[in-house]
């Protein structure tokens, strides 16, 4: 089981997402196209969005986090953000390793019966247990936190179209808006 805790998530900058947004895509004039191998979840509701960010307001997390793992099973990276990435994107962070772990078998109990359920299948027992491990590659994955959240990113790039989308200038014109 992952150690990984709140106090120890690692943190991208808003510089670094954005270079690495940018260098996706092969004219550099626009941030077109998704990234491939990355992923950036956004946990707040409103008030403009990273360029190819999926959109999980943090309300809904209890039942998006399983769905998150399975569908980010390819991304080398995933990145989550709140407006501040004090709490809401850090905790959704932390859920999701958990999540996958768990998934992966990598957590207490509930991993053991995922991996017997495994070992019977391959010795061509029928499985009538949860299949979930069966959804999600082993491979490594790396989770940040977005530093300084949406906030930061805004105070940089919010008004660069490149970048960031639905940006409304007058609600961030305070610097904060939840």
């Not at 247990?129 to 990113?153: A, H, I, M, N, T």
């Amino acid at each position: 089981m992952s150690m990984v805790t709140i106090a120890t998530l690692p943190r991208l900058s808003s510089n670094d997402l954005s270079k690495i947004l940018l260098e996706a895509n092969t004219s550099n004039l626009d941030a077109q196209a998704p990234p491939e191998k990355l992923a950036v979840i956004d946990v707040r509701d409103d008030g403009g969005h990273i360029k190819h960010s999926i959109h999980v307001p943090s309300q809904t997390l209890d039942h998006k986090i399983p769905e998150l793992v399975r569908k980010l099973k390819d991304k080398e990276v995933v990145i989550f953000h709140c407006a501040l990435s004090q709490q809401r994107g850090p905790s959704a962070a932390l859920r999701y390793i958990r999540e996958r772990d768990r998934l992966l078998g990598r957590g207490p109990r509930v991993g053991e019966a995922m991996k017997k359920n495994k070992e019977e299948e391959e010795m061509g027992a029928e499985n009538k247990g949860d299949k979930d491990w069966e959804d999600v590659e082993p491979e490594s994955q790396k989770v940040y936190v977005l530093d300084r959240g949406f906030v930061g990113w805004q105070e940089r790039f919010g008004e660069d179209s490149r970048l960031t989308e639905g940006y409304r200038k007058e609600i961030w014109k305070d610097g904060y808006w939840m």
